[in-house]
């Protein structure tokens, strides 16, 4: 149980283009979501905070116009990078909060802007 | 600052033998511990857990230690397999950094040796 699906999970793009990330919990609602964002070598660092309905929670230093988060359904959240460029490239992670208080990720998306 | 800490970037293991790998972290507010796998271009995987109210939880092979007024947690993973292979990470959460809101460590990369 408990499955987070993330679509694409690689994706190139040309700079200046968006790209758009799906973040689905398929056997369970997801009020929250959270995306994050990995550079080599480093840690998980939270992006920011999806929440069914309402507008996300962005972390500092986040640029919510560059980074769209919506979260329209209760298993569905998307994150979209607009304008894309190539420090934008990095590997993108999803994570949905079920029953419990471990997080359920999904297996990621490798973003690369040319 | 890195509010949590895994000092070992690598560890190696002989196959059969116990595997430590430890974390730090300086926020006396968590109160909730995590360890999550991770293989590359994946997702992290929920290993196992552990609340501030217990000193130690055991899974099978895997068990987690929690040292509160050292601030410090490890996992111990006997006998390490092959399979175990992978990048762990530690996170924690609670207090004012939120129930959910999860800060990870960087990482330690565990090989197994056949």
């Known amino acids: 149980g408990a499955v987070v699906s993330q679509h694409p999970s690689r994706v190139i793009c040309k700079s200046g283009t968006s790209v758009k990330i799906e973040c689905r919990s398929l056997?369970?609602?997801?009020?929250?979501m959270f995306w994050y964002r990995q550079f080599p070598k480093q840690s998980l660092m939270l992006m920011a905070t999806s929440n069914e309905g309402s507008k996300a929670t962005y972390e500092q230093g986040v640029e919510k116009d560059k980074f769209l988060i919506n979260h329209a359904s209760l298993t569905l959240s998307t994150l979209t990078v607009t304008s894309a460029h190539p420090e934008d490239s990095s590997f993108y992670i999803c994570?949905?909060?079920?029953?419990?208080?471990?997080?359920?990720f999904g297996n990621g998306t490798r973003l690369t802007v040319t | 600052d890195q509010q949590v800490k895994q000092n070992s970037p690598s560890l190696s293991v002989q196959e059969g033998r116990i595997s430590i790998l430890n974390c730090d972290y300086t926020?006396?507010?968590?109160?909730?511990f995590l360890w999550y796998k991770k293989y590359p271009a994946e997702g992290p995987t929920f290993l196992i857990s552990?609340?501030?109210?217990?000193d130690k939880n055991e899974d099978g092979r895997f068990t987690v230690f929690l040292n509160k007024s050292a601030k410090h947690l490890s996992l111990h993973i006997v006998p390490s397999q092959p399979g175990d292979s992978a990048v762990y990470f530690c996170?924690?959460?609670?207090?004012?950094?939120?129930?959910?809101?999860?800060?990870f460590g960087t990482g330690t990369r565990l090989k197994v040796l056949a």
């Open positions: 996170a924690a959460s609670g207090g004012t950094s939120g129930t959910y809101k999860y800060i």
């Open positions: 552990i609340s501030s109210i217990k």
């Open positions: 056997d369970f609602q997801a009020t929250t």
């Open positions: 994570s949905a909060k079920g029953q419990g208080r471990p997080l359920h």
């Open positions: 926020n006396s507010m968590f109160d909730y």
